[in-house]
């Protein structure tokens, strides 16, 4: 079609009013194919904007005024967790047969950066719920196993993935937890390391193997709940996200009912393999938030704070930086949201996630970063709640995969792509 539309302007070069026709025609069938618009990226549905808008407004006037007392005292304030479920935020895929809103996977990720701007914290909290959680019994629960869990994680009860160990981060699948049939019932033994929502939760989605002499093939997902034993062994004291429960778990012979193995046993390695794909996404969107709250608190100081007969923000040296910050901002949401609309569509997004995620997370840490410069001492200390984005802002470079780990997978991509 490109080609045609070229030739076209080639051979009417000497008429201007062909010309013009020429090119309209060309920018007429590159933006449609077969009646369908293609829209920028920053293009939402009219109820992915109102979900938006709702999901700010939760985050400003409900989970704003707890943050920094979330944060001092490390703890998640339980009304919090209560008014997620009661905004519908808790799932958000979920069908409404299951008591979830219906929406989209885009509508998860605007939710996630949304809370984000406010408190990372919370924002993590409403992501592995739903990007990681909801997702795995979504996508490989049986109907009955469908039927019996995704009421709860919509409504009361918040769920937890723990596949991290001692001995197991990036290497995910070298865990030793292991798992030995009893019966109609399963025994769990070993640990996690690093889960998030662990403290609160009170559903725990496990990985163990029930066969080590098969490798990563014996992994299998199994799911529990609290009161089977789970043993909260030791909450993590962190340097950002404080709010955000980071436990590590002990299970001695928890005992499990057989039918509550998700997606067949030896299936735990697949199911984490393309669920952290997904949670990629909304570590990203996470981060992407982080950024944005950062900056919007940060800049408009710039232009309050006067020194040498002018507001700060108007030298160019800040100017620039400020300009740069945008570019990586706007950089980074464009990747995140390319992303979560080619997961959305059905396509490849493996490598865009890496990427997103990847990208994101170094946005972060920069911006809120220069958000403290900006604002000078006011800036540094606690009472603004700048520092607490850039406290916050370093562990999208660790958690659901590394930095590293995604630069590895983006140029394992490249090599493929290359190196036919």
Same mark, same amino acid.
């Given at each position: 079609m490109f080609r045609a539309a070229s030739r076209s302007m080639r051979a009417t070069k000497h008429s201007p009013t062909r010309l013009v026709e020429s090119a309209r025609m060309f920018s007429v069938s590159a933006t449609r194919t077969e009646g369908l618009r293609l829209n920028s990226l920053d293009t939402f549905t009219e109820e992915e904007n109102m979900f938006r808008d709702s999901v700010k407004r939760f985050a400003v006037d409900v989970?704003?005024? *707890?943050?920094?007392?979330?944060?001092?005292?490390e703890s998640m304030d339980p009304t919090i967790i209560k008014g997620l479920f009661e905004q519908g935020l808790m799932g958000i895929e979920t069908s409404v047969e299951h008591g979830g809103a219906e929406a989209s996977f885009v509508s998860a990720i605007i939710a996630i950066e949304e809370l984000?701007?406010?408190?990372?914290?919370v924002s993590v909290m409403c992501d592995v719920h739903n990007t990681l959680v909801n997702t795995i019994l979504r996508t490989y629960g049986t109907k009955e196993q469908q039927d019996k869990w995704l009421p709860l994680l919509s409504e009361s009860k918040l769920g937890s993935f723990c596949l991290s160990e001692p001995v197991s981060g990036s290497d995910a699948f070298a865990l030793q937890t292991r798992a030995k049939k009893d019966g109609d019932y399963w025994l769990i033994n070993g640990s996690k390391m690093w889960i998030t929502n662990s403290h609160e939760a009170e559903i725990f989605l496990i990985?163990?193997? /029930?066969?080590?002499?098969?490798? &990563?093939?014996?992994?299998?997902?199994? /799911?529990?709940?609290?009161? @089977?034993?789970v043993q909260i062994a030791k909450k993590e004291e962190k340097l950002g996200i404080r709010a955000s429960s980071t436990c590590t778990l002990n299970f001695d012979d928890l005992r499990i009912p057989a039918e509550n193995v998700i997606g067949g046993e030896g299936k735990g390695y697949k199911l984490a393999i393309e669920i952290l794909n997904e949670g990629r996404i909304g570590i990203a969107a996470q981060m992407l938030g982080l950024a944005q709250g950062a900056f919007d608190k940060a800049?408009? &100081?710039? &232009?309050?704070?006067?020194?040498?007969?002018?507001?700060?923000?108007?030298?160019?040296? @800040?100017?620039?930086?400020?300009?740069?910050?945008?570019?990586?901002?706007?950089?980074?949401?464009?990747?995140?949201?390319?992303?979560?609309?080619? *997961?959305?569509?059905?396509?490849?997004?493996?490598?865009?996630?890496?990427?997103? *995620? &990847?990208?994101?997370?170094? /946005?972060?840490?920069?911006?809120?970063?220069?958000?403290?410069?900006?604002c000078g001492g006011v800036g540094f200390t606690r009472e603004t709640g700048i520092e607490k984005f850039w406290r916050d802002s370093k562990i999208g470079a660790i958690y659901e995969g590394t930095s590293n780990i995604q630069l590895q997978t983006i140029a394992k991509f490249i090599q493929q792509e290359y190196s036919r």
């Open positions: 989970v704003g005024p *707890k943050v920094r007392e979330m944060d001092e005292k984000a701007k406010i408190d990372p914290s990985f163990a193997n /029930v066969d080590p002499s098969k490798g &990563y093939k014996g992994i299998t997902c199994f /799911v529990a709940t609290k009161d @089977m034993g800049v408009p &100081y710039t &232009y309050q704070r006067s020194q040498f007969g002018q507001p700060i923000g108007t030298f160019q040296g @800040m100017q620039f930086q400020i300009a740069k910050a945008a570019v990586e901002l706007e950089t980074a949401r464009l990747l995140t949201y390319n992303a979560a609309r080619r *997961k959305e569509e059905g396509r490849s997004f493996t490598k865009e996630a890496a990427m997103a *995620k &990847y990208w994101a997370s170094q /946005v972060a840490q920069h911006v809120s970063g220069s958000a403290i410069e900006w």
